[in-house]
């Protein structure tokens, strides 16, 4: 499976709205509910922010909100904190008990 | 509270062998399924093998397959990773995961392998 495509890097002032995209295709994005979002600081392990496409767990703020549309999943975040400036990842259920992840977004918090 | 303790990690020459284990608590650990993912230094995450509550179905991705075995100790509570043939690029750490309805949702702390001679 090939990964799933993300822009390297998004940025925002504090307080503005960011969106990330994650690319895929009808074989995993396009044909799953499943698609996750996971943030990430460095040196440490990810956390779900996003699960089945849109739905936050539970202590996940709501300022996180995900959607889909076709073979593309979004996940926003509305007014950008300093403690938002992560790395985020998106993950689709490819099938067969199989997962792809995207490459990764830096968030910068300007 | 879910715990996934990972632990095995090290230094082994190209060719080796090296076996991962994660130790979970805090849920009823034979009733979920589990997955290893692992993030090479500075790169991305990639999911690398899948083994489904009862141990039945075991899956892996292109990239390790015929030279890792996933496994598990319900009666341990323990997941493994058995990594043969090991080479540079899959120096990473890896994480030990928790699958919840085709969501990959807990994840451990990770263990650095680090392949090199």
């Known amino acids: 499976q090939s990964a799933l495509t993300q822009p390297a890097s998004v940025s925002g002032s504090p307080g503005q709205s960011i969106t990330i995209s994650c690319t895929g295709t009808?074989?995993?994005?396009?044909?799953?509910?499943?698609v996750s979002w996971y943030q990430q600081y460095p040196g440490k392990a990810p956390k779900l922010m996003i699960y089945?496409?849109?739905k936050r767990p539970s202590g996940v703020s709501n300022r996180f909100s995900g959607s889909k549309s076709g073979n593309t999943a979004s996940l926003t975040i509305s007014g950008l904190q300093a403690e938002d400036e992560a790395d985020y990842y998106c993950?689709?259920?490819?099938?067969?008990?199989?997962?792809?992840f995207g490459g990764g977004t830096k968030v910068t918090v300007l | 509270e879910v715990q996934l303790v990972e632990s095995g990690g090290g230094l082994v020459q190209p060719g080796g062998s090296l076996r991962l284990s994660c130790t979970a608590s805090?849920?009823?650990?034979?009733?979920?399924?589990m997955s290893w993912v692992r993030q090479a230094p500075g790169k991305g995450l990639e999911w690398i093998s899948y083994?489904?509550?009862?141990?039945?179905?075991?899956y892996y991705a292109d990239s390790v397959k015929g030279r890792f075995t996933i496994s598990r100790d319900d009666a341990e509570d323990s997941l493994l990773l058995q990594m043969s043939s090991l080479r540079a690029e899959d120096t990473a750490v890896y994480y030990c995961?928790?699958?919840?309805?085709?969501?990959?949702?807990?994840w451990g702390q990770g263990t650095l392998v680090t392949v090199s001679s």
């Open positions: 995961t928790r699958v919840l309805r085709d969501t990959i949702d807990y």
């Open positions: 083994i489904n509550d009862g141990s039945t179905n075991m």
């Open positions: 993950c689709s259920y490819a099938g067969s008990s199989t997962w792809v």
């Open positions: 805090g849920f009823t650990f034979s009733g979920y399924s």
């Open positions: 009808s074989s995993d994005v396009g044909s799953y509910k499943f």
């Open positions: 089945e496409g849109s």
